[in-house]
């Protein structure tokens, strides 16, 4: 039965909730189609809403069998990814580390607001690091700790082993680290360089960069 993915996503410069679920596609290696809506536009919450009720995006539009349907919120995209790939091995096949893949993927989906507020994705610029508050350098080292854990338990090289959810999730945050020269151990710099070589976000490296060319962002 063809299947047919299209992703509607927001600016590649500054959406973090885009870039997971479009990594995760990457994962999959299946084709599918983009369709992107320009943020802080007066004109940004009417484009959403023309293909998002939640008036949300990401959202994934699944058309197969002459029927289509729509999953929006991105930790919800990657796991309908992963029900519907499962040679694609987004989460680790032994049932802890898949229950310790889960719940980081759900403390960055629900947790860290004051990096999100300090330190927002700004993905091909270098901005200096700001003075952070207490609680965001209280975040940054939580999230640090997370990867080191992750990484000597699995050995590497993603969070646990194979490339999953986890690496998605924390891809934004690969990405702010780079973005305004956060301090890391040897060992976390490298595990945020193998994110960003990846080709998906090379690719999304490549289109954030075109939008700022053309004034798109």
Do not use: N
């Not at 519907?84 to 987004?90: C, N, S, V, W």
């Not at 999100?116 to 609680?135: H, I, K, N, S, Y």
């Not at 975040?139 to 690496?167: H, K, M, N, T, Y």
């Amino acid at each position: 039965m063809t299947v047919r993915y299209t992703l509607v996503l927001a600016t590649k410069e500054y959406s973090s909730w885009s870039l997971r679920p479009y990594l995760a596609l990457r994962a999959i290696g299946v084709p599918f189609d983009e369709v992107k809506i320009q943020l802080r536009r007066e004109t940004t919450a009417a484009e959403v809403l023309k293909h998002s009720r939640s008036g949300r995006v990401p959202l994934l539009k699944i058309e197969e069998g002459g029927q289509s349907f729509a999953v929006w919120d991105s930790l919800a995209i990657c796991e309908t990814l992963a029900e519907r790939h499962p040679e694609a091995g987004l989460w680790p096949q032994d049932a802890r580390a898949r229950a310790q893949a889960r719940a980081i993927s759900a403390e960055m989906h629900s947790g860290f607001p004051d990096l999100r507020d300090q330190l927002g994705m700004d993905f091909t610029r270098r901005v200096a690091l700001p003075e952070l508050r207490e609680a965001t350098v209280k975040q940054v080292a939580r999230i640090q700790a997370i990867w080191s854990e992750a990484l000597a338990a699995s050995g590497g090289p993603f969070l646990f082993g194979r490339f999953s959810i986890a690496d998605c999730m924390y891809a934004p945050v690969c990405s702010r680290f780079r973005t305004y020269g956060v301090e890391m151990a040897p060992a976390i710099a490298a595990y945020v360089e193998r994110v960003c070589a990846l080709p998906g976000m090379v690719d999304w490296g490549a289109d954030a960069r075109d939008e700022v060319a053309r004034g798109f962002d």
